[in-house]
């Protein structure tokens, strides 16, 4: 949630935004209670409450940090959620209380290291003072590996992609932003830096900029590696990528019998599909498929979904061989399609089936 300011062009009367930039805030639904992590600057606030309409109960305001561009909005979402609570460091109640009148008995203090329990998800809250200012701290969401930043390691930058698309663009944005906010607490930021390495994190959500994969956030790339004794398994693989390219989802086909293996390992490590195209001989896939998936399962690519397409004579066990060929895989499985022969129709129209299923699992990652 939030809100991108793409015209402002002075942060705090001083700072030179040439990208603009964003108030992000978070609303994390948990199976009992819900929170919304930050608002946004109170020239804003009508575009957080448009978002915040459908949405019936919340219990938490999470204030990361007291300042005006992220905690400005809290009193408009406690008039429409009077049953909340806010949450902030002692520090920040303190802030709270004298910046934006909230009254006491609204404010809940979290100690360093505490959780917060929302049923099926856990916040931990992190104190990390002085980045920048002497309340400020992170939350964890352990269930999904998120840490919620606030400022800290954040970047003036105005876009309309959730996540970094253009690393060199952000890099200079992010630099700037530390620059011009954390430079003056470099040790404090070391600090908080060091505390910050006892948690498994695979993405950071700051409210300024867009947000991190700090893996590596798979592309919107289907990568199929086959091979085809007859054409049929070729066919189907003409097809699935022509359906692919349809729906705006890259893909790149490699056929085994050419392909140079170092150049399939270079695209398998940011593509966020592979589908591995391979006829049934005997009553397995083809030794080429077999050698192909072995390869991937020894890279372990950061691949999320993971599907099989081809033609078999009379039947066999190709799909679950292939899928037992890759345990090191952290991947969903799409559906596979095997066809009996040449493909036809029904074949066709799974494969159909199949890129859209893909394009909407990488829409919902946020792959680009
Ligand atoms: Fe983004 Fe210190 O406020």
Redesign the pocket.
């Known amino acids: 949630m939030g809100a991108v300011d793409w015209d402002s062009r002075l942060f705090d009367s001083l700072i030179p935004l040439p990208d603009g930039t964003s108030y992000n805030a978070y609303f994390i639904k948990g199976s009992e209670r819900s929170a919304l992590i930050d608002t946004v600057d109170p020239p804003m606030a009508q575009e957080l409450m448009e978002q915040l309409k459908e949405i019936h109960r919340l219990d938490y305001i999470i204030s990361l940090?007291s300042?005006q561009?992220?905690a400005g909005t809290i009193p408009q979402v406690l008039q429409k959620f009077p049953e909340a609570k806010v949450i902030a460091t002692p520090k920040g109640k303190n802030l709270l209380m004298h910046h934006l009148d909230l009254p006491e008995h609204k404010i809940q203090c979290v100690d360093d290291g505490e959780e917060l329990f929302l049923g099926d998800k856990t916040l931990t809250f992190i104190h990390t003072p002085w980045v920048?200012?002497p309340e400020t701290m992170v939350a964890y969401l352990s269930e999904f590996k998120i840490l919620f930043s606030?400022?800290f390691m954040?970047s003036h930058y105005a876009s309309s992609d959730l996540y970094v698309t253009d690393q060199g663009v952000v890099y200079e944005a992010a630099k700037r932003y530390f620059a011009e906010?954390l430079m003056p607490f470099r040790p404090m930021v070391k600090r908080n830096l060091e505390k910050l390495n006892a948690y498994d994190i695979e993405m950071i959500a700051p409210?300024?900029g867009q947000i991190y994969p700090t893996q590596g956030m798979p592309r919107n790339t289907v990568v199929i590696p086959y091979v085809s004794m007859h054409g049929n398994t070729a066919q189907m693989v003409d097809y699935l990528v022509s359906a692919l390219v349809e729906r705006d989802v890259r893909a790149e086909q490699f056929n085994l019998a050419v392909t140079d293996i170092g150049k399939l390992a270079c695209s398998l490590i940011d593509a966020a599909t592979i589908v591995v195209g391979t006829p049934t001989v005997l009553t397995g896939p083809h030794p080429y498929a077999a050698y192909a998936a072995f390869l991937t399962n020894a890279l372990k690519p950061n691949t999320k979904f993971v599907s099989i397409i081809g033609s078999f004579g009379w039947g066999g066990k190709t799909v679950e061989v292939l899928a037992g060929m890759l345990p090191n895989l952290k991947a969903e499985i799409i559906d596979p399609v095997l066809c009996k022969g040449r493909p036809g129709e029904a074949a066709y129209k799974e494969l159909d089936k199949m890129a859209d299923t893909i394009t909407a699992k990488h829409q919902e990652f946020g792959c680009s």
Do not use: V
């Open positions: 940090h300042e561009d992220h920048h200012w606030c400022d954040g906010i409210s300024h």
